[in-house]
């Protein structure tokens, strides 16, 4: 207990929150080295899950391949990329990807694949093209599906990012390595609670926009084609 | 407390396993004998959780067994927080230390950093009951280390040399490196060098090495003693001016260890020049050979096994 309460004097300190190495910068750090781990796990992995959802096909890959990337411990990849790339934020961004990836794929190709084969049949029954069907059927309709995947992944990116602090001077993964080292325990503490406090933050966020997105498919909107056509074919099926 | 619990466990597990094969490997008379004659003159040998600090416990073990001592040996007990209470009461008799970092111990706030300055402070400073025998010229310090190509390019020898490099300088180790005496800040105070810092938290392993080859980095904070300098053809700075604090292989005995077996082992730590600490460590690096092994080989090729 006594610990926590250094940790909150630690975190109350105002010369810890500015400059080159204060809790403001490293904070920003963190959420861009999460972000750009997220887009570019979300550039390769949300075309292809959406892809694997709507033709069907490749499925066992995607689940194999993910499964196997869910197994990697991201410290163990993190060296070897190094040991490959030399230090900076190469390693760990590409070890980030890979722990983001999975969850995202998973998320796009259930989503997709979750959409009832009979709205889908209508839709290239009214004449859509395949492209249309994705943009306009498929996607708005796994929108809450693929937004979990985001969800989850976004979580395990956040928690994770400390890591990046393993081989460069970003991040608040900072205060936790030299807090562990030196045995600072507060500043360990408080850099943990700065990371639990970022990554509930995006957690709330994500919520929302699930909720949101679950709203948009489930409730009879006035306007969007999409769910319209999906709601008026429910009372055909 | 949980920490406690659990080295009292492995001390119990240690020394019932250390009885169950005495029973097994021996007859029940000799033991019998042995045990009666250990009883007045058997010594506790403690080493840390560091696979060098239990090469050198095993080269004490096994040189004192050879003069016919019986010998405990209590190996790999962790951090110097937790095995020194037991020298000061007496559960452990000898255990192989580092003289810098076993003064700061007892006197955190020591300006002592060369060797011989290190050693004076520290036979003072040592609590009743216990003394340093002889340190040996062996040290496992931490040091800054150049690649070769870089210390042939600005002709760099000591710490001072840095000096004389025009380029911009990156420091790289693990993250507390940048407050500690020996960071960047010190070394422009001991040395009027500016650094800049980066911080890879593999305590000078393969990630540290690659950086300093790839030239991400020029200075690494490396141990003395690690096989990873010959190995990578790096260079290790001198120190003059005692930036690193002096860290020695030093026996720490109790008074159960005798003039006799104090003697041994003070010939031990004469004989074991800095080279040969490297030598045993990267036989256990990269050969896995277990410390026994390479205690022994030690011992005779070095004629101590008398």
Known sequence: ?237 | MKLRTRTALTAATITTALALTGCASSDPLAQEDAASQSASSEIVIGSQDYYSNEIIAEIYAQALEAQGHAVDRQFRIGQREAYLPELEDGSIDLFPEYSGPLLQYWQPETPARLADDVYAELVTAIPDGLRALDQSPATDQDSYVVTRAFADQWNLATIADLAKVTEPLTLGGNSEGENRPNGPQGLKNAYGVDVAFSPIEDGGGPLTVKALADGDIQLAIIYTADPTIAENDLVTLEDPSGLFLASHVVPLASDAVDQEAADTIDRISAAMAPEDLVALNARSVDEQAPAATIAAEWLRAKNLMS
Do not use: C, K
Request: proline share 5%; hydrophobic share 55%.
């Open chain 1, 1 to 237: 207990m006594n610990l926590f309460a250094d940790a909150l004097t630690w975190l109350g300190d105002p010369s810890h929150w500015s400059g080159r190495t204060g809790i403001a910068q490293r904070a920003a750090q963190h959420l861009g080295v999460t972000a750009g781990a997220l887009a570019i796990a979300a550039t390769l992995a949300l075309p292809t899950g959406i892809l694997v959802g709507h033709t069907r096909r490749g499925r066992s890959l995607v689940v194999a391949i993910s499964g196997a990337a869910r197994a990697v411990p991201t410290l163990g990849l993190l060296t070897l990329a190094a040991l490959a790339l030399g230090i900076g934020l190469q390693a760990p961004v590409l070890a980030l990807v890979v722990l983001a990836v999975p969850s995202l794929l998973a998320g796009a190709y259930a989503g997709v694949e979750s959409v009832d084969p009979v709205t889908v049949d209508a839709a290239r029954a009214v004449g859509m093209s395949e492209f249309q069907i994705i943009t306009r059927v498929e996607l708005p309709l796994a929108a809450p599906v693929v937004v979990g995947g985001l969800r989850a992944a976004t979580l395990q990116v956040v928690a994770t990012a400390t890591l990046a602090a393993y081989v460069s001077d970003t991040g608040l993964g900072r205060y936790l390595f030299t807090g562990l080292r030196s045995r600072d325990y507060p500043q360990m503490l408080a850099g943990a609670l700065l990371v639990a406090a970022l990554a509930l933050l995006l957690e709330a966020v994500l919520a929302r926009l699930q909720q949101l997105a679950t709203r948009a498919t489930t409730s009879t909107p006035r306007h969007g084609a999409p769910a319209r056509l999906a709601a008026s074919l429910e009372g055909h099926a």
